[in-house]
C-alpha cells in the first residue's frame, strides 16, 4: 500500500494545505498550485505542519526531506507530470467546471484527478472531462491532519479499479475510505449538515443556548464535537454554499436557516474569522 509519488494540489488553504501535509507524510512529492497572493501562506502553513509532525514524531521522514518534497507555484504547468492532481479550490460550481477540464489537459492519459468537494456531483464535474474514467472524488475532513475519515466518491464513469486503488492510497496515509456513490451531498455532508442546519433553527428559535444544544449531542449521542461548533470549524460560508446546493438537489428539508446567512453576511464565519456560534482565539489549533 503506497501513496502516489507524485502529487499536486491545486488550492493551498485550508484542505489543500491539509492534504498536501499529509500525502508529503506518507512519501510523495508535492506540488502546491495557489494563486500568487495566497501562495506564501500556503507554503508558510504546510511547512508549519511539517515541522509539528516532526516535532511530535509522527512523520517518519526528516524534516529536510519533508521540506524538499514541498514545491509551491501559481503556474499551473508544473502539473504536467503528476500521477495524482486533487483539486481544493472554492466550492464554486463554475470555477470548479472551468477549471478541472482546463487541469486535465495539462495531464498525462494514465494520471488521476480528483477533486476535494464537499458536496457537488462528481457526475456533473466530470462531463466537461475528456477522461471522466480517471476521475473521482477524495473528500477529506477538515482538519485533515487529525481527521481519519476520507470518501471516496465513485462517479458514473469512475472505472471501479480507481476506486479500489485510491481506498488503498487513503489508507497508505493512515486513513480509512468510507466508499459512496455519487449522491448529492455523499454520505457525511448530507447528515452532517442536515443536523447543523436544525440546530442553527433551534438556536434561531431560542430552544436552547449554542452550547446547550451542542452539550445534547456530544452528552447525548456521543458526537465528539457539536453541530455548532462544527459548523465553526468547517466555516459558516462553506455550510452554507454546501446547504444551498444541498437546498436545490433535495428540496425543502435543506432551506439555509436566516440565521445562517445573516452570520455569513456579516463575516462570522466561525473559527476563520475569530467568531461564530463561538467566540475562538485565532491561534487555536
Ligand atoms: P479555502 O478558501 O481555505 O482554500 C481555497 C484555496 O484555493 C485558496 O487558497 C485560494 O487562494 C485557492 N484558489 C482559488 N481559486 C484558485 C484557482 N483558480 N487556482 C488555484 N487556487 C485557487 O477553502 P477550503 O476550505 O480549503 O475548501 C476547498 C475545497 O474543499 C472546497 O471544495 C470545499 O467545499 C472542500 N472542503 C472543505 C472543507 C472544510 O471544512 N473547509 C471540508 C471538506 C471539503
Redesign the pocket.
Known amino acids: 500500500m503506497s501513496v502516489p509519488q507524485k502529487v499536486g494540489v491545486?488550492?493551498?488553504?485550508?484542505?489543500?494545505g491539509g492534504i498536501a501535509h499529509a500525502f508529503l507524510l506518507a512519501g510523495s512529492e508535492v506540488v502546491v498550485?495557489?494563486?500568487p497572493h495566497?501562495l506564501g501562506a500556503?507554503e508558510a502553513g504546510i511547512r508549519r505542519a511539517v515541522a509539528t509532525s516532526v516535532e511530535r514524531g509522527t512523520a517518519t521522514r526528516s524534516r529536510a526531506e519533508l521540506d524538499d518534497g514541498l514545491r509551491v507555484s501559481s503556474d499551473r504547468t508544473v502539473l504536467a507530470d503528476r500521477d495524482l492532481v486533487v483539486e481544493?479550490?472554492?466550492?464554486i460550481p463554475e470555477?470548479?467546471a472551468a477549471?478541472l477540464p482546463e487541469v486535465e489537459a495539462l495531464l498525462g492519459a494514465d494520471a488521476v484527478l480528483a477533486?476535494?468537494?464537499?458536496?457537488l456531483s462528481i457526475d456533473d464535474l466530470a462531463a466537461p472531462l475528456a477522461r471522466p474514467e480517471r476521475f473521482l472524488g477524495l473528500?477529506?475532513?477538515?482538519p485533515v491532519p487529525v481527521s481519519t475519515l476520507v470518501e471516496v466518491v465513485a462517479g458514473a464513469a469512475t472505472d471501479p479499479a480507481l476506486v479500489e486503488a485510491a481506498g488503498d492510497w487513503v489508507r497508505a496515509l493512515g486513513k480509512t475510505p468510507v466508499t459512496v456513490r455519487d449522491a448529492p451531498g455523499f454520505a457525511s455532508s448530507r447528515l452532517g449538515v442536515a443536523i447543523a442546519l436544525e440546530a442553527i433553527r433551534m438556536l434561531e428559535q431560542g430552544v436552547a443556548s449554542a452550547e446547550d444544544i451542542d452539550a445534547a449531542m456530544v452528552l447525548g449521542y456521543k458526537h465528539a464535537t457539536g453541530p455548532l461548533r462544527t459548523t465553526d470549524?468547517?466555516?459558516l460560508d462553506?455550510r452554507l454554499?454546501?446547504a444551498e446546493y444541498l437546498h436545490a438537489q433535495l428540496g425543502e428539508r435543506f432551506e439555509p436557516p436566516a440565521l445562517l446567512r445573516e452570520m455569513v453576511a456579516a463575516g462570522k464565519l466561525g473559527r476563520k474569522t475569530g467568531e461564530g456560534f463561538f467566540v475562538w482565539d485565532r491561534d487555536q489549533p
Not at 491545486?10 to 489543500?16: A, Q
Open positions: 491545486l488550492g493551498g488553504g485550508r484542505m489543500g498550485i495557489d494563486q495566497a500556503a481544493a479550490i472554492p466550492e470555477l470548479k477549471t477533486t476535494n468537494t464537499s458536496s473528500h477529506f475532513f477538515n470549524v468547517v466555516g462553506v454554499g454546501i
